[in-house]
């Protein structure tokens, strides 16, 4: 049979003859065919496989070769021996070399068909040996790819142990002097197919053997450190690093950097070699890696390494850019190196002359990525030209070039570049704030953004700075029946006597956060605090029922009603026939959250035609002020002299309309102060109140059905607070919904917030009866569509005049079946949450809080405040009626505005960052950054001399004078929390000490940001730390 084959290959019979005749002989195996016929037929298959002159003749090998093997098993494995197999690989076979893959890929074929053999384990015993020899000879890229298919396949023919080990960095070693000389585009994605192969090979190793994969990143770290002038090691080594953990880059980063045993000169060579891995295609992480390495060479401050590298490598990483299938990650690299290289523009100007022929490129190459990625490339470009602003004769054609895309705003410029900047990698390079040192100067502690959460941390930040209601939850008994409640007080006590400087808030997180919140998205502050005063209330509330004797329950708070111009309320409204808020004791079956956030309002519906009167009393724990409609709409003036409040906004504001007038947005631009469009003074938070509490007139699609007039009529609804809160919450509907985008858009219209204001009061004197309750409780709808439905339904200017009298008599008639008693109640301001940004889904929550040092937390005694206005007058009742700013006779004023310690009075509560600030700070913040405004609002009521309004907290001995002390449980958990930190300095004092400096280069951390926007919001924190070489502009913000 095999004379025949033999005969037949080399015939000159045609090709559809010769595999018939084939066919025959693969057919013939299976029947007996003598032990020498089958080493005959064995012997020449084998010589067709590896020296047949063509492809058919080693096709015909393969086929008759497989077809006896799987036949005739016993007498193959006396062919196939581990001798043979020795000889194949030691000395080739015949002319054929050893190193040839035909040999590789012939055993490879063998052991296929030996598989269930017992003496293909010997074999395997064999491969593993020669297999490391192999690779210690540096095969090229095509045996070794080739090898890699056949171990990947047989992993039995993997060396073992240590063995394996030294195979690995044997590999990688071999990896390391592979090199591509070919021009074409097919041997070049040949060349990248076979390292991808090997590449492949290692990850299976690691994944199999993961003691295998230090010391495999320990050879690799050789190799590219390496000074050796003659050696030059490939760049196909990048392959390996998509095969690399990424959770491993902080300990291994760490490590490397930390190694006082690497010489600088070797980490520059090796941190060079990777930036050239950016050459790869293919590869992942590359970036990631690199940019990783920049940053822990900072944190340890080696930032001669740092500039040497980046003045070095700025080209050819800027030169990455033009092949789109390294660009992406090239940017991230050179994003990194030039944001990050604050002290000289050098290696910026280095790459200006190509950025224009780079632009043009982006523009016409017709790629669907380039847009995208021009906008980043510009962004970039507009981040360093505004960082080493000077050179117009550099930057004018640059800025002709990008024209026409967008720039970025300045507040986002100055967080890049602050949060890039070398020194502030110190922080953001450990986990957590392991670096800081200790708490700022304010002696107050900062929370840890953990990933978009500045919502909660602002919120948390405002709760904590109202000084009652802090005491009281620190001084609560609480069992594992109040899991919120619980995780608020430990999380207080945190804020209170950690020593970190920040404090993360995961499990304060996890438990509060709503389930529709997408975790690490950015969310609504005012929708949190709503949600979490309803959950303690709620969870105070389900105690009381289940352990009091005879149960006072309140409805649950209805979250979901749709009317957005009514407050929240802790439980549903009551009639205001009930009896009048009188002084009640601690116990009186209220929760804390109603004690401390929770007022009444009254809203009453008076028909224009009969004059009958509807009222219905409804508790709220937050106002939500909607902005005004223009001016020119029309609608009723306050009453009273010119200097009194004014009820309406100015013509500037756009509050009213779902679209935004033409030119309304704010555009930030550097420097620009907001300017209103009208001469008029900008709105104020009186303003939006008064606008809150005006008479709404109900006509049209919003008529009124009257019980006594059975029918639609014209109506007129009024709203008067009938209790005071001791902590008023403002919201500011600030998103409006624009119906033609589709889109919420934010009015960036500035609100000018006075430190006191006095709130109208109507006290009831007696028990009341309504004509009718009809009405149905206001509450509070999701910000959605809060800031249309909220909007007052004013009179036209032509009906004014006409219901003058009716209104006037109307009002008069509810005053005086009601019984009350107007009073002017006075708050001071406590918080202010601020939102930077232009719309509801992105920007980023900061806060500021009253730093009152007073023993009971009241720093302006009620007896002293005065209206702004006049009250000599005789015009004192029409102010009471209005909420309008108060004030503080000089003799018991502030401090001086420009005092040292009246920039000591507030404080700036920015993630983890805390530091002193001033009220005209908290004023001005608008006017400097337009993005930033205030959102939510917290007064504190001041209680007046010999009264006490509504049974407030004072009454049921809410006040406490002192902080209390901590029960055990907290402070034990404090006093673990601070030893392990304590820990956490001492072993990073000994890292450091270890560190030898690698640079004479000082760093001055900046002040006070009372001239910068706020920081960032990200997992690093807001910002901190210094600012860089401080040598070309102030950057920390």
């Not at 320990?218 to 990424?246: G, R, Y």
């Not at 117009?392 to 970025?408: N, T």
């Not at 804390?592 to 035609?609: D, H, N, S, V």
């Not at 406490?960 to 002390?965: F, G, H, I, Q």
């Amino acid at each position: 049979m095999d004379k025949i084959l033999e005969g037949l290959v080399s015939s000159d019979h045609s090709v559809p003859v010769k595999r018939a005749i084939v066919k025959k002989v693969v057919e013939a195996a299976e029947k007996e065919v003598s032990e020498e016929q089958c080493q005959a037929l064995f012997t020449l298959t084998t010589r067709l496989i590896l020296l047949g002159e063509d492809a058919f003749q080693r096709q015909i090998g393969f086929q008759v070769l497989e077809a006896y093997a799987r036949y005739h098993r016993p007498e193959f494995e006396l062919f196939f021996s581990k001798d043979f197999v020795l000889g194949l690989l030691q000395q080739g076979y015949v002319q054929l070399d050893r190193k040839d893959p035909a040999i590789i890929d012939y055993i490879h074929c063998c052991l296929r068909l030996l598989i269930s053999c017992p003496s293909v384990l010997e074999i395997f015993t064999v491969v593993q040996v020669e297999v490391l020899r192999m690779v210690c000879e540096r095969p090229e890229p095509a045996l070794c790819a080739h090898l890699s298919t056949l171990l990947s396949d047989f992993v039995q023919c993997i060396p073992r142990d240590k063995s394996g080990v030294l195979f690995c960095q044997q590999l990688v070693r071999t990896i390391s002097y592979f090199h591509c000389f070919a021009s074409q585009e097919r041997e070049l994605r040949e060349y990248v197919g076979q390292v991808t192969k090997v590449s492949t090979l290692l990850q299976n190793i690691w994944k199999a053997d993961p003691a295998t994969l230090l010391p495999s990143l320990q050879e690799v770290f050789a190799i590219i450190s390496s000074t050796d002038p003659s050696f030059d090691p490939s760049i196909a080594l990048a392959s390996l690093v998509q095969h690399i953990p990424v959770q491993m880059i902080t300990v291994l980063i760490k490590s490397l950097t930390t190694d006082h045993n690497v010489k600088d000169a070797s980490m520059t060579k090796a941190l060079c070699r990777m930036i050239d891995w950016l050459s790869w295609p293919l590869a992942q992480h590359v970036d990631t890696w690199v940019i990783a390495l920049l940053k822990g060479l900072a944190a340890v401050q080696k930032f001669t390494i740092l500039i040497d590298v980046t003045l070095l490598k700025i080209d050819l990483v800027f030169n990455r850019l033009w092949y789109p299938i390294v660009r992406q990650g090239a940017l991230a690299v050179l994003s990194h190196m030039l944001l990050s290289f604050q002290h000289s523009p050098e290696a910026f100007h280095l790459v200006v002359p190509h950025v224009v022929h780079l632009v043009q490129s982006l523009r016409t190459d017709g790629l669907p990525t380039s847009k995208a990625f021009l906008l980043q490339f510009t962004e970039l470009i507009h981040c360093m030209m505004y960082q080493y602003s000077g050179f117009p004769d550099l930057y004018d054609h640059i800025l002709e070039a990008i024209k026409d895309l967008p720039k970025p705003g300045e507040e986002k410029i100055k967080l890049v570049l602050n949060q890039s900047a070398w020194t502030s990698q110190s922080n953001s390079f450990a986990s957590g704030p392991l670096r800081q040192v200790g708490k700022s100067e304010t002696g107050k502690t900062g929370l840890v953004n953990l990933g978009n959460t500045c919502f909660l941390n602002s919120i948390i930040q405002t709760l904590f700075m109202a000084t009652d209601f802090r005491r009281h939850v620190l001084s609560l008994h609480l069992n594992g029946s109040n899991p919120l409640m619980k995780k608020l007080q430990l999380l207080f006590a945190f804020l209170a006597h950690t020593q970190r400087a920040a404090y993360a808030p995961k499990n304060f997180l996890e438990v509060s956060r709503p389930s529709w919140f997408n975790a690490g998205s950015q969310q609504d502050c005012s929708e949190y605090l709503r949600f979490l005063l309803d959950r303690l209330h709620e969870e105070e509330k389900t105690l009381q029922v289940l352990e009091s004797v005879k149960p006072k329950v309140a409805p649950p708070v209805d979250t979901s009603s749709k009317d957005p111009a009514g407050p929240t309320s802790p439980e549903n409204g009551e009639e205001s026939s009930s009896a009048p808020a009188e002084i009640k004791p601690e116990d009186d079956g209220r929760t804390l959250i109603e004690r401390a956030f929770g007022g009444k309002l009254i809203t009453g519906i008076r028909c224009m035609q009969c004059n009958g009167i509807s009222e219905k009393e409804e508790p709220f724990t937050d106002l939500s002020l909607a902005f005004c409609p223009s001016a020119s709409q029309g609608g009723p003036q306050p009453e009273g002299p010119s200097e009194e409040p004014k009820v309406l906004c100015q013509g500037s504001v756009n509050g009213g309309s779902e679209i935004p007038e033409p030119g309304s947005a704010k555009a930030p631009a550097s420097n620009v102060h907001f300017v209103p469009v009208t001469n008029e003074p900008p709105l104020s938070v009186p303003d939006l109140v008064n606008y809150f509490l005006a008479p709404e007139i109900l006509d049209e699609e919003n008529a009124y059905f009257c019980e006594k007039c059975s029918s639609l009529q014209r109506a007129e609804r009024t709203m008067k607070v009938v209790s005071a809160p001791e902590y008023l919450i403002i919201t500011l509907l600030r998103f409006s919904y624009d119906a033609k985008c589709h889109v919420r858009r934010k009015i960036l219209d500035n609100v000018t917030i006075p430190p006191l204001m006095g709130l109208p009061v109507h006290a009831p004197l007696m028990p009341t009866q309504c004509s009718s309750c009809t009405s149905s409780p206001l509450q509070v709808d999701s910000p959605e569509s809060s800031e249309n439905l909220a909007k007052k339904l004013k009179p036209s200017q032509k009906d004014e005049e006409e219901e003058e009298t009716e209104r006037i008599a109307g009002a008069e008639q509810i005053n005086t079946g009601s019984e009350m008693s107007l009073q002017s109640v006075p708050y001071v301001l406590s918080s202010v949450v601020m939102h930077s940004g232009i719309s509801s889904e992105s920007g980023h929550y900061y806060s500021y809080g009253h730093n009152i040092n007073g023993a009971d937390g009241a720093q302006h005694p009620a007896n002293h405040f005065a209206h702004k206005e006049d009250l000599g007058n005789g015009d004192s009742e029409c102010s009471l009626s209005t909420c309008s700013a108060l004030s503080i006779p000089p003799e018991q004023g502030d401090t001086l505005p420009n005092s040292g310690q009246e920039a000591r009075d507030w404080l700036l509560f920015n993630d983890s960052r805390v530091t002193f600030t001033s009220f005209q700070s908290v004023q001005n913040i608008t006017n400097r950054f337009p993005k930033d405004t205030a959102y939510v609002l917290m007064y504190r009521k001041q209680e007046l001399p010999g009264q006490n309004i509504n049974g407030g907290l004072m009454a049921n001995g809410m006040r406490l004078s002192v902080e209390p002390p901590l029960q055990k449980e907290l402070l034990d958990a404090i006093i673990k929390d601070n030893k392990l930190y304590l820990q956490e300095q001492e072993l990073s004092a000994r890292t450091q000490a270890l560190q030898a400096p690698s640079s004479s280069c000082s760093f001055r951390p900046n002040g006070s940001d009372d001239n910068n926007p706020p920081g960032s919001c990200g997992p690093s924190g807001g910002g901190g730390g210094g600012g860089g070489f401080n040598t070309i502009s102030r950057l920390v913000f």
